[in-house]
């Protein structure tokens, strides 16, 4: 069975870092674009980042300069590195898998759509 899994998530104080990891399970993570997204509590999900097959990186606007996206030189492996982490960043954050890159970019930027695989989550609390 085709899945992702995430994990790296943990408790870290404001302006701290993390990194979370995303891997796959049952198929070739290198042929597909891969999405982070995260849901805080009471809120709905949002995108965070993705990256392409080809490595092309998008962020949206929440995160951009302190969160990189990138993916080890097998593509077994895709990492979110957070930087500077805000209160507000506590929420379960998702990997999400698919084979269409312009519709990664879509959800992850905010529309409605589907994508093919998703993890179960793993939590990342920013204290104050």
């Known amino acids: 069975e085709a899945q992702v899994v995430e994990s790296g998530g943990g408790l870290v104080q404001t302006g701290g870092s993390l990194r979370l990891s995303c891997a796959a399970s049952?198929?070739?993570?290198?042929?597909?674009?891969v999405g982070w997204f995260r849901q805080a509590p009471g809120k709905e999900r949002e995108g965070v980042s993705c990256?392409?097959?080809?490595?092309?990186?998008y962020y949206t606007d929440s995160v951009k300069g302190r969160f990189t996206i990138s993916a080890d030189s097998a593509k077994t492996t895709v990492y979110l590195h957070m930087d500077n982490l805000k209160p507000e960043d506590t929420a379960v954050y998702y990997c999400?898998?698919?084979?269409?890159?312009?519709?990664?970019?879509?959800?992850?930027?905010?529309?409605?759509?589907?994508?093919?695989?998703w993890g179960q989550g793993t939590l990342v609390t920013v204290s104050t």
């Open positions: 999400a898998a698919d084979l269409v890159w312009p519709a990664m970019v879509a959800v992850v930027g905010g529309t409605n759509g589907y994508l093919e695989l």
């Open positions: 049952g198929f070739t993570l290198e042929d597909y674009a």
């Open positions: 990256i392409s097959q080809d490595g092309i990186t």
